[in-house]
């Protein structure tokens, strides 16, 4: 027997029996005539003590063990005179009777510690070394824990797991498709699924009724931290189901992963808020709402929800506006006297609590952060509402304390409060906004990790218009159904339409989304066409799901969960890398098997491939 216990097992309650443990060598250390060994496995690491009356065997053994050594020791249980409180075995250690090296290692190129010295790159090469590591195997023990779980709810809910091929034609998902060349249909390709979101839509149409799948994705994008090429969903699909079917379902199914696997127990259902809701007070369609600080909108011409523009005329009379505390007046009338916000499309802005006092240092930092190139604010205009009631600005110039006071009131701001407000055009103002409210969150210490508050993002547009090829996209997939109320406009202003369509987010991170199908034929074609598609185009990429509908397709809908996301935010994790056993690296490679590669002649022949430069 290699082993009686694991390295993580033994207690006060094992002292005096005779175990064998096989392991790992984390460490030697010698004091005096003593020699310490600390032995590690995926369970923890235990103590071994060898002392002058071992046998010249093992004290031979001993003084030639190296890190990561693989060996196996069979000994006593003993207490340890001191204790170390650090580890669960730290209560007892071994003296051992017998020592056997099962293998040698060569020295590994980082320490395997808790804390290791090893880099990105130099972890990723060896990362088989590295999932030696707690910090990295606890992530996978999670994501393993998550999956599991899943499973069993989705099983107590009647759902089938069915695996869909991965060799398929293109899915749209609206990334670049990963295509494998055919060999034995020369100048064919295969694309590999972006997700299963055609099959589990035919499943549905076969009647299997409640569809999931752990299912690996692929989309040739460029990566972000969230992003890697291959990522796996939590992929389902339910039929004779509405919107409300599907929320409930999965809202008990994130219940069930957050009591089960993090012991965190939701009893109210989560908050739903409207695409729309979301981009006006958080400038994303992910809001993070572990922290309130609303946007408030000074000026949004792009919504006409608050100016008419009108600009400031001598016969206005300023006084009775601002007596009236109608402040609504006092923005249409005082508002545009700055000239930066006369040109914006939108004027907005939010409060953070208790920040009067931020020193000019920490405000150019602010106006700094939002002028980086990937944000793109042009400035950064700041209200103090100082403790004895006065206004400090940076367009002091332009308003007087009173039109001060009014935007303050607008905000709702205390004194000690600071007001930042950026204009702009009203997309990218609000998208930088969303930045800098995050950044006073993290500054402020209102983004604690281990506070989770989900929500269902609902009513999502149909169609995404692009500026720059000039046509409308589906905003999630072409199979997407509009709501019924909003039908009527798909022809005399798409961009109005509202979808069945819903994101799960959690702390700003977008976990899931789904949607409600179109099952009726007609329908199906009516979106094909005003995506652009023409009638061969459609037939040639959805033939055969057209066809599928031919014959009974049920209603149906369903979502798909980012696994990988789903761990990260479990394990509080900035990136999704570190819950993948195998990820790839910024570049798309995985730097230890040394993918992608290139291929030989031989084999670009067979495939019927020729490279250009
Ligand atoms: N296939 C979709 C996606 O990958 C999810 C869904 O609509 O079920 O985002």
Redesign the pocket.
Same mark, same amino acid.
């Given at each position: 027997m290699y082993r009686t216990h694991t390295c993580g097992e033994l207690r006060l309650q094992h002292v005096g029996t005779e175990v064998t443990l096989a392991g790992w060598v984390q460490k030697v250390r010698k004091l005096g005539g003593m020699t310490f060994i600390d032995i590690r496995d995926r369970y923890g690491i235990t103590q071994l003590v060898v002392d002058d009356s071992a046998s010249a065997d093992i004290q031979d053994i001993t003084s030639n063990l190296g890190r990561e050594f693989v060996i196996n020791a069979t000994g006593k249980v003993i207490e340890r005179t001191s204790k170390n409180s650090k580890i669960d075995t730290g209560d007892v250690e071994i003296a051992i009777s017998a020592l056997s090296v099962l293998n040698k290692s060569d020295l590994p190129p980082f320490t395997i510690e808790d804390d290791t010295d090893g880099g990105d790159e130099i972890r990723m090469k060896y990362r088989y070394l590295d999932l030696r590591r707690n910090a990295v195997r606890s992530n996978m023990v999670l994501r393993h824990q998550i999956a599991f779980e899943t499973r069993r709810y989705l099983d107590q809910m009647n759902f089938l797991e069915v695996e869909t091929p991965i060799l398929i034609g293109s899915t749209p998902?609206g990334a670049r498709d990963f295509v494998v060349p055919s060999r034995m249909n020369p100048g064919q390709f295969y694309a590999l699924p972006?997700?299963p979101?055609l099959f589990?839509q035919l499943l549905m149409v076969s009647g299997f009724d409640r569809y999931f799948q752990i299912a690996k $994705?692929f989309r040739d994008e460029d990566l972000r931290a969230d992003r890697q090429p291959e990522f796996t969903?939590i992929? $389902?699909?339910m039929s004779f189901v509405e919107q409300e079917d599907v929320l409930q379902l999965f809202e008990g199914m994130m219940k069930h992963l957050f009591m089960y696997v993090k012991n965190v127990d939701f009893s109210e259902p989560f908050p739903r808020m409207t695409w729309h809701d979301a981009m006006k007070f958080y400038g994303s369609d992910k809001p993070d709402i572990r922290f309130e600080m609303r946007f408030v909108e000074l000026k949004n011409c792009r919504n006409n929800s608050i100016l008419d523009n009108r600009l400031i005329e001598d016969e206005l009379d300023y006084e009775a506006i601002l007596n009236s505390n109608d402040y609504k007046e006092v923005f249409e009338v005082y508002l545009n006297i700055f000239g930066v916000f006369n040109s914006a499309e939108y004027v907005g802005g939010i409060c953070a609590e208790g920040c009067a006092a931020y020193t000019r240092k920490q405000i150019d930092e602010l106006t700094e952060f939002v002028k980086r190139p990937q944000i793109g604010a042009k400035g950064l205009v700041y209200i103090r509402c100082e403790a004895n009631g006065t206004y400090k600005s940076s367009v002091d110039k332009f308003y007087s304390q009173d039109i001060l006071k009014a935007i303050a009131s607008k905000f709702n701001a205390k004194e000690g409060d600071l007001i930042l407000i950026l204009a702009g055009d009203t997309v990218k103002t609000q998208k930088a906004l969303c930045e800098l409210r995050l950044e006073m969150g993290t500054r402020l210490g209102l983004r604690d990790k281990n506070v989770f508050k989900p929500l269902w993002v609902i009513d999502f547009p149909l169609f995404e218009w692009d500026e720059d090829t000039q046509r409308f996209y589906a905003m999630?997939?072409p199979f997407?159904s509009p709501k019924p109320e909003d039908i009527e406009y798909l022809d005399s202003d798409p961009g109005r339409v509202r979808a069945n369509a819903y994101d799960m987010v959690v702390n700003g991170v977008e976990l899931g989304?789904?949607?409600i199908r179109i099952h009726d034929s007609q329908l199906q074609n009516k979106m094909f066409e005003l995506l652009g598609f023409t009638p061969e185009m459609a037939e040639s990429q959805f033939g055969f799901l057209m066809n599928a509908f031919k014959y009974g397709a049920p209603p149906h809908g369903?979502?798909?969960f980012g696994l990988d996301r789903l761990v990260s935010l479990f394990a509080g994790l900035d990136s999704i890398r570190d819950c993948i056993a195998f990820p790839k690296n910024n570049s798309g490679r995985d730097v230890m098997t040394d993918a992608p590669s290139t291929i030989s002649e031989e084999q670009l022949k067979e495939l019927c491939l020729k490279l250009t430069n």
């Open positions: 998902e972006q997700s979101q589990k $994705c969903q992929d $389902c699909e999630h997939h997407t989304g789904g949607s369903g979502l798909a």
